[in-house]
């Protein structure tokens, strides 16, 4: 049974900098990407961020890019959404989720499996 188990969030000041966790178990993820993704308060939850599992490659929201970083141990099965330059507009829900189509990593459709989501907070 897969499981994401989602940690790290908090409030932090505009400017700062946040590191998520996604702690992934329950089979081999080698054939699999991992993404995240948020959602804010009355908004449809919005892509953040892809990585495939056994490759560098990586894939980010235009909203994010060049603020947000994914990175992953293998070893752990557990990847990390590193934050920074936060804005208030990154306040969300953050979720991760696991799937196998790479071509279609920004639709939400894409995962079959999501973690439970951890809520991070950016004051102005």
């Known amino acids: 049974q897969v499981q994401l188990v989602e940690s790290g969030g908090g409030l932090v000041q505009a400017g700062g900098s946040l590191r998520l966790s996604c702690a992934a178990s329950?089979?081999?993820?080698?054939?699999?990407?991992i993404a995240w993704f948020r959602q804010a308060p009355g908004k449809e939850r919005e892509f953040v961020g892809a990585?495939?599992?056994?490759?560098?490659?990586?894939y980010y929201a235009g909203s994010v890019k060049g603020r947000f970083t994914i990175s992953k141990d293998n070893a752990k099965n557990t990847v990390y959404l590193q934050m920074s330059s936060l804005k208030p507009e990154d306040t969300a829900v953050y979720y991760c989720?696991?799937?196998?189509?790479?071509?279609?990593?920004?639709?939400?459709?894409?995962?079959?499996?999501w973690g439970q989501g951890t809520q991070v907070t950016v004051s102005s």
């Open positions: 329950g089979r081999s993820f080698s054939n699999y990407h």
């Open positions: 990585s495939r599992w056994s490759s560098p490659s990586t």
């Open positions: 989720a696991v799937g196998t189509n790479w071509s279609t990593a920004v639709r939400i459709s894409t995962y079959d499996y």
